[in-house]
């Protein structure tokens, strides 16, 4: 479907808030790459969770060296999903439970780390075609990015999500232990010192709390329509 040019399109926004679901979908119908940018930062943590016991008070100097034996990798599986590989493995679905997610809140935190990521986000956004998410894509690594949209949704809906992706998953946790989990996670999102979450002065606010994964799809649709001036 040719609907823009090419272009790089950030999304940023709350944890769970749906962004890496409307990313993928996005990306699907305009046939560009899509990038789930947390996913890169999960990695790393399932990487320093194998290494080592200790992340909290973990010495600059290991992590340097441990960054250098990192090769972190997309490929595309059957259904169009770019899936991460870390050293030539296929860790989509151990990055996914909630050790590691603890593990990266801690490690995302980082300068170091930061700055690797940041490298990697880059260079694959360097030939444009690409959507991109996570909480800082439109205002550190793509702050000149095309078309930037931050998505927001009711806490109570997010965590709900969450729990619902987290037992689809197999994993059993009680709802209100993620709905904790979340308001601990926006709060460290918002006042971290590197790269806090906030809306880019250019991005448009989705609030998907009552739309359908159909329904926000297509209301971003229609406003890249509306930046690029595009009729069917």
Same mark, same amino acid.
């Given at each position: 479907? $040719? ?27 305009? #046939? ?17 969770? $194998?290494?080592? #016991? ?17 090769? %972190?990798?997309?490929?595309? #599986? ?5 899936? %991460? ?10 990055? $996914? ?42 205002? /550190? ?9 931050? /998505? ?12 619902? &992706? ?5 994993? &059993? ?7 904790? &989990? ?51």
């Amino acid at each position: 479907m $040719k609907l823009i040019p090419d272009i790089i399109i950030a999304i940023d926004g709350y944890s769970s808030s749906g962004k890496s679901t409307l990313a993928f979908d996005l990306a699907k119908i305009l #046939n560009y790459n899509h990038y789930n940018s947390g996913s890169i930062y999960r990695a790393i943590a399932y990487y320093f969770y $194998k290494q080592t #016991n200790n992340v909290i008070n973990i010495d600059e100097n290991i992590i340097l060296t441990n960054l250098q034996n990192i090769k %972190i990798e997309f490929k595309k #599986n059957n259904q169009g999903k770019n899936l %991460i590989y870390l050293n030539n493995k296929n860790i989509e679905e151990e990055i $996914k439970k909630p050790e590691i997610a603890l593990i990266t809140s801690i490690l995302s935190k980082n300068v170091i780390i930061r700055n690797f990521v940041l490298k990697i986000q880059r260079e694959l956004g360097k030939n444009k075609r690409i959507t991109m998410d996570g909480r800082d894509i439109g205002t /550190v690594v793509f702050p000149n990015a095309e078309f930037k949209l931050f /998505v927001i949704a009711d806490i109570e809906v997010r965590a709900y999500r969450r729990w619902l &992706e987290l037992k689809q998953n197999g994993i &059993e946790i009680d709802y209100k232990r993620v709905l904790k &989990e979340l308001e601990n996670r926006d709060l460290e999102d918002k006042t971290r010192e590197i790269a806090p979450l906030k809306k880019a002065n250019d991005a448009i606010v989705l609030d998907n709390t009552n739309m359908t994964r159909e329904q926000q799809l297509l209301w971003t649709i229609n406003e890249l329509k509306k930046r690029f001036q595009y009729e069917d």
